[in-house]
């Protein structure tokens, strides 16, 4: 076989796998809101604009999306701006202290965001304003600004990295020409950034349009996310909740085609990077403190959700109300939930089923960076296209769309027979399969573009010639590209694997058992619980901080800036 068959092979297994893993769910959960009984109908679909409750639930989950991609704009441009402007000591602590809110899943932060902002928590008591509950009545606007908080460095990578490929070039002829700060990134610097903008805030808008944890950690209801997990147990019986989910997949890939047209035709043409790099002008004193400024202050408020969440997991029960710290410490917490039966089995469910997603995708994920990269068809366009789509894609959408899969298949002859095949297909009894491929998938872009970005900085001359010395093009790959691009590949692991470990969507809609439970089930399962609960969350929640903190700091020292494009649609 010579070495474009062979890129050709793993770029068509991989189609057929994102076919049969990712647009096949997705299909289904779309037929069961439009064919019952074998007939296409609409009246489902229309019944969910006239339910009062669903309307609401769609009207609300688009504000929450919108409030949080503006608020979460915010610090992201403001940051991005200085640390593109300035250099000063201490910036790369403070840059990568502006990252730490993406080591804690949202829903996490709501222990101890309650604990901060509660009626009776450390805000009123040190500033002595009573009970007054800053989260709000209605709790929208605690799930706004919690998900800002925890998804603002995705903005903030992107703008950073368009900021880097603005030329300065433009910028000084606008200067020369009498513009002043304000306007010229008004009219220059933010129109050349809106791609990029672009690519982070769809990821943003999405995630928190359909972010399932946090609105039901502050339980407040009144959104889709939370009606189409309510909604589940009518999954085999109803076509509401497809219709429901219908609604809200073409609403969010309705949302995204328009923005994308939208830059599409007024997309403002320049180099895909700058012809000359920005050098950021170095302060010292007063001035770098005046830089440094947003940094400390965006950081500490967006902290406070963490440093709740640890003061909490040391707190002794019922020590800590109407008191700036607790009253009394303990460690128990931590030896309690580390023995604790459900958290020993979460952990070693999410150890293994992130293991098996991770090494799914270096096989897939290399073998279709190949394709796109290396490969001259004319349909690695569309491969890349399709690979990307997950991202697009709720994860609330595929869980639903695994659980119906699921549902159907279990009820076939063939597996109700087989025990095999039931502790495989049916979720009811074993769900490690369709963990391992929600997790695989939604976590598939991440590989690909670190292997993709690798595969552009590696000459294709090492590989013509390895294939010139007689080798064959899997033992070129396997002996020369695959260690040149070893860095990228373990960056990308790195990444999928930590956020697999802290899969909120799926891991809350698939897991049914506690068997099976992964870690991010076992905090919500845990935060439920009357008495101790959420102070054994909470330890466990600091466990997953600390996981994750190390693994976004290893990615970062590995890619660098190159990180930001990982989040990009």
């Known amino acids: 076989m010579n070495r474009k068959m062979s890129i050709g092979v793993f770029g068509w297994l991989g189609m057929v796998w994102l076919l049969l893993m990712f647009v096949l769910p997705v299909a289904w959960v779309v037929r069961g809101g439009f064919f019952v009984e ?120 992107n703008a950073a990295a368009a900021l880097a490929n603005v030329d300065p070039a433009m910028e000084e002829a606008a200067a020369n020409l009498g513009a002043g700060g304000w306007r010229r990134f008004r009219n220059i610097t933010l129109p050349l950034m809106a791609p990029g903008l672009f690519a982070g805030g769809t990821i943003v808008f999405i995630w928190s349009f359909t972010e399932l944890g946090t609105p039901l950690m502050l339980n407040y209801t009144r959104c889709v996310s939370v009606q189409i997990y309510d909604a589940l147990m009518d999954i085999g019986s109803s076509p509401f909740p497809y219709a429901l989910v219908s609604v809200t997949l073409a609403a969010s890939l309705f949302l995204y085609a328009m923005g994308k047209w939208r830059f599409g035709r007024h997309a403002h043409a320049m180099q895909s990077k700058a012809g000359t790099g920005h050098a950021p002008r170095y302060v010292t004193g007063g001035a770098a403190a005046l830089a440094a400024l947003p940094f400390v202050l965006v950081s500490l408020i967006a902290l406070l959700p963490h440093l709740g969440v640890i003061l909490t997991s040391f707190s002794r029960a019922g020590s800590w109300y109407g008191t700036v710290l607790p009253a009394e410490w303990t460690s128990e917490h931590y030896q309690h939930a580390l023995g604790h039966s459900m958290t020993l089995g979460a952990i070693r469910n999410s150890l293994l089923f992130s293991s098996l997603a991770v090494l799914l995708n270096l096989v897939l994920g290399v073998g279709m960076a190949f394709a796109i990269v290396r490969s001259r068809s004319r349909w690695r366009h569309s491969l890349d296209v399709l690979a990307m789509l997950p991202l697009a894609v709720p994860g609330l959408i595929m869980a639903f769309g695994y659980l119906a899969l699921s549902a159907y298949l279990a009820n076939l002859g063939w597996v109700k027979e087989s ?86 969507s799926d891991s809350l809609m698939l897991a049914q058992r506690a068997d099976y439970y992964p870690i991010t089930k076992a905090i919500y399962e845990l935060s439920q619980m009357i008495g101790t609960g959420r102070f054994l969350a909470s330890a466990l929640g600091v466990w997953a901080m600390v996981f994750l903190a190390a693994t976004l700091v290893g990615a970062t020292l590995l890619l660098g800036k190159r990180l930001g494009a990982l989040f990009r649609v």
């Open 419 to 504: 025990t095999l095949w039931s502790s495989i297909f049916d979720i009811r009894i074993n769900p490690t399969f369709f963990l391992v491929t929600a997790y695989a998938v939604r976590r598939l872009p991440y590989m690909i573009r670190a292997a993709v970005a690798g595969l552009q900085q590696t000459a294709e001359v090492y590989e013509e010639a390895a294939a010139n010395l007689g080798a064959r093009p899997l033992t070129a790959a396997r002996r020369i590209v695959l260690p040149l691009i070893s860095a990228n590949l373990i960056a990308g692991a790195v990444l999928a694997f930590s956020f697999c470990m802290l899969e909120v």
């Open 38 to 157: 074998g007939r296409f109908t609409i009246r489902y679909l229309l019944y969910v604009f006239r339910n009062p409750i669903y309307y609401e639930g769609l009207r609300n989950s688009l504000g929450i999306a919108i409030g949080t991609t503006l608020t979460a704009m915010v610090p992201a441009l403001t940051l991005a701006w200085v640390a593109h402007r300035f250099e000063f000591r201490g910036k790369r602590v403070l840059t990568a202290l502006a990252l730490m809110p993406m080591v804690l899943p949202p829903f996490v932060g709501v222990i101890g965001f309650q604990q901060m902002l509660g009626a009776y928590g450390v805000l009123n008591t040190l500033m002595g304003w009573g009970a007054i509950d800053w989260l709000g009545q209605g709790r929208v606007w605690g799930v706004i600004l919690l998900q800002a908080l925890g998804l603002y460095p995705i903005l903030y990578l």
